[in-house]
């Protein structure tokens, strides 16, 4: 589970920065607070404010950070020079010529237990500047060092002694150690990897990655009978007309990749059925059948789903429901977490997120985002009219806004 995610000097946050899954001393739905060792962690973070505040920065440097891991092998190669992706705060001359951060905490379940990893790097448009990897088991306070990499030195002490020669000689400035460490197959550093793979980040703010999704069928669907069940019945939760799929296998590529034609089955008034072309189905309909395989994917493996735009075409009582899913510990039995943003201030009034669940980002007159938690805030228990009090201002991260141009106003030279 992710404990908490820390970074700097990305995109519009220039400071530190922290979504912190931690949960605070409030009793509010305790039931769903999961323990691992000795931390209590929260299985979902919902981050709301104006546009260009910030919202989506925050999933990107995740993403980011997700990329680098996973890549970082090959960014020493000239044609694979992935490092040039990032983007510092640049309205400062400090800050635009400096290291940006990427730091994360997270367990790790084994057959001994938990384990809590924390991991991290600093790198600027040179190349890594510092990297560390350091875990401690449930029976340990203490963190141990698997190796640390600054800018004099590379201390490899905590790995095999015979790993140590390969990964000095095969370092490049641009990549990671663990990245390396984990194709030489050192099994810590696969968990850490490994952990970064499983988790699901989607932007259903972007039009194309939208449209991309939405016509990406789950693993196994052309071929299993029950897995279109399952599609079919996690639609119901929403739209029961569709009752089925026709999948049609059109070719297969030099790859033995295949391009498939799915039609979903509607009931007609005389008691058959009717079949619509996926295309044609709504906006809706298409981003929940993309959000399944994602949805699937975290509940089984226990990962981090992040979201942004969560309620872009979504009712909001139906972003209830996948909140739900994740909130309900009978239900989300492996632990999954959700991170995503709204607009949708509702999600703030419905009894459904903990104040130690509701994030929010605000961008200053300078352009520089920071992110902070309702928890923050001193409540009333009595008077828990969060949507209200953020619309009116208390919390800030809201828009400030000036009338529009008049455009009847304007006159013919």
């Known amino acids: 589970m992710l ?28 039931y ?25 920065n925050v999933i990107k440097a995740f993403r980011y950070m997700t990329d680098y891991v996973t890549s970082s092998i090959i960014y020493s190669r000239d044609e694979a020079r992935g490092i040039k992706r990032l983007t510092p705060f640049l309205f400062d001359n400090k800050s635009k010529d400096a290291e940006s951060l990427f730091e994360v905490y997270f367990s790790s379940s084994t057959a001994k ?9 600093t790198i600027n448009p040179n190349g890594v500047v510092e990297e560390w990897l350091n875990y401690r088991n449930k029976s340990s306070k ?8 600054g800018k004099n030195e590379v201390d490899l002490s905590g790995i095999p002694e015979k790993r140590r020669e390969n990964i000095k000689i095969s370092l490049e400035k641009e990549t990671l150690i663990l990245s390396l460490g984990s194709f030489l197959k050192i099994n810590k550093f696969k968990t850490v990897i490994n ?3 499983q988790n699901r980040i989607t932007n259903f703010a972007n039009p194309r990655e939208n449209e991309g999704l939405s016509h990406q069928a ?12 399952k599609v079919v019945n996690y639609l119901a939760a929403f739209d029961n007309s569709i009752v089925g799929f026709d999948v049609e296998v059109l070719k297969l590529d030099d790859d033995g990749q295949r391009t498939i034609n799915i039609k979903t089955k509607h009931k007609n008034l005389d008691g058959g059925t009717v079949l619509l072309p996926l295309s044609q ?11 399944y395989q994602f949805i699937q994917d975290c509940m089984d493996r226990g990962s981090v789903l992040l979201v942004d735009e969560l309620n872009s075409r979504l009712h909001p009582l139906l972003v209830r429901n996948i909140l739900l899913t994740f909130l309900n510990p009978d239900v989300n039995t492996n632990h999954a977490q959700i991170i995503f943003t709204s607009h949708d201030a509702w999600q703030l009034e419905n009894n459904i997120l903990r104040t130690d669940e509701m994030w929010f980002t605000n961008k200053d007159q300078n352009g520089i985002s920071r992110l902070y938690s309702l928890a923050e805030f001193e409540a009333n228990d009595d008077e828990k009219n969060y ?13 400030s806004l000036k009338p529009l141009m008049q455009m009847g106003d304007t006159k013919n030279g």
């Open 3 to 30: 404990i908490q995610f820390h970074f700097k000097n990305f995109k519009s946050f220039r400071d530190d920065t922290i979504l912190d899954f931690s949960a605070t001393e409030s009793q509010d739905n305790e």
């Open 32 to 56: 769903r607070v999961v323990k691992v060792a000795d931390e209590r962690i929260l299985t979902a973070a919902g981050i709301f404010g104006p546009n260009a505040s910030g919202k989506s």
């Open 113 to 121: 237990g938990y384990t809590i990893y924390n991991y991290g790097f």
């Open 142 to 149: 203490n963190f141990k060092t698997l190796f640390y990499r």
């Open 195 to 197: 952990w970064f793979l």
């Open 218 to 229: 789950p693993i196994g669907f052309a071929d299993s009978k029950e897995i279109q069940n």
């Open 281 to 291: 189905e709504s906006d809706g309909t298409l981003k929940m059948f993309a959000l």
């Open 387 to 399: 949507a209200e009090n953020y619309l009116l201002g208390q919390y800030g991260a809201i828009p």
